[in-house]
């Protein structure tokens, strides 16, 4: 599956924060810097990679470029990644969300897909409760599901994750944004795995979504092919 692991971050000489130049809001009393790595640290553990951040500081009159760790640290962009362990509770399980973000990971990295799932929807449950169903942190957590549905094979959760996911962030980020195509893209792909039977009642719903998401001219060529697989004419 496609993922964004690189980002731009934008710090105004008043401390106002834009992260690939969405909004973000600084709580009072807190450095910018430190809500880019809260906000980034939960994809480094969805995927257990490094994400690299490039940062323009307009207080300092800097640019560098620096990567969030999985573990929620940040290094200098280029150094070779460490690989801690994930600290555990009392009772030998990761003790927080980033933590038991990242131990789910690696269960679907070693294809434990059972236990990967229900400790993804445990974290996308909390998520949700907490920040919101459109929160980005839980969007994150959602794509990890979603992604944990495409590789074990659950392409029509996949197909209707992605669809979502595609539709909030365009909600979130407005047109023309990287995380949206990538959405659509995904949920595309995902639906072409479907059997004839599963996949024709989220067709409407997938064609929709992309005519929405993007100019018809950009998805003309998947939508073709999505009338193709239906047996329906082309215009």
């Given at each position: 599956?496609?993922?964004?692991?690189r980002?731009?971050?934008?710090?105004?000489?008043?401390?106002?924060?834009?992260?690939?130049?969405?909004?973000?809001?600084?709580?009072?009393?807190?450095?910018?810097?430190?809500?880019?790595?809260?906000?980034?640290?939960?994809?480094?553990?969805?995927?257990?990679?490094?994400?690299?951040?490039?940062v323009?500081?307009?207080?300092?009159?800097?640019?560098?470029?620096?990567?969030?760790?999985?573990?929620?640290?940040?290094?200098?962009?280029?150094?070779?990644?460490?690989?801690?362990?994930?600290?555990?509770?009392?009772?030998?399980?990761?003790?927080s969300?980033?933590?038991?973000?990242?131990?789910?990971?690696?269960?679907?990295?070693?294809?434990?897909?059972?236990?990967?799932?229900?400790?993804?929807?445990?974290?996308?449950?909390?998520?949700?409760?907490?920040?919101?169903?459109?929160?980005?942190?839980?969007?994150?957590?959602?794509?990890?599901?979603a992604?944990?549905?495409?590789?074990?094979?659950?392409?029509?959760?996949?197909?209707?994750?992605?669809?979502?996911?595609?539709?909030?962030?365009?909600?979130?980020?407005?047109?023309?944004?990287?995380?949206?195509?990538?959405?659509?893209?995904?949920?595309?792909?995902?639906?072409?795995?479907?059997?004839?039977?599963?996949?024709g009642?989220?067709?409407?719903?997938?064609?929709?979504?992309?005519?929405?998401?993007?100019?018809?001219?950009?998805?003309?060529?998947?939508?073709?092919?999505?009338?193709?697989?239906?047996?329906?004419?082309?215009?």
């Amino acid at each position: 599956m496609n993922t964004s692991t690189r980002y731009q971050v934008h710090i105004s000489r008043d401390g106002q924060l834009h992260i690939d130049n969405e909004p973000h809001v600084v709580p009072d009393g807190v450095d910018p810097s430190q809500v880019v790595v809260q906000v980034l640290h939960i994809e480094a553990a969805g995927s257990a990679q490094p994400v690299l951040v490039q940062v323009q500081d307009e207080r300092t009159a800097t640019r560098f470029d620096m990567q969030v760790m999985p573990d929620g640290t940040t290094q200098a962009a280029g150094t070779p990644p460490a690989a801690p362990l994930p600290a555990t509770s009392a009772t030998g399980q990761p003790s927080s969300l980033y933590e038991r973000l990242a131990a789910a990971q690696a269960a679907g990295r070693a294809h434990d897909f059972d236990t990967a799932i229900v400790a993804a929807d445990d974290i996308l449950q909390q998520l949700t409760a907490e920040q919101g169903d459109t929160a980005a942190a839980t969007l994150e957590a959602a794509q990890f599901r979603a992604d944990l549905a495409y590789l074990s094979g659950e392409f029509t959760f996949a197909t209707a994750s992605w669809t979502w996911l595609a539709l909030a962030w365009f909600d979130r980020l407005g047109p023309g944004k990287r995380r949206t195509q990538i959405a659509a893209q995904n949920a595309a792909q995902a639906w072409m795995h479907l059997p004839p039977h599963e996949a024709g009642p989220l067709a409407a719903d997938l064609v929709n979504m992309l005519m929405e998401v993007a100019a018809p001219e950009r998805t003309a060529t998947i939508r073709a092919q999505i009338a193709q697989r239906l047996g329906q004419p082309t215009n």
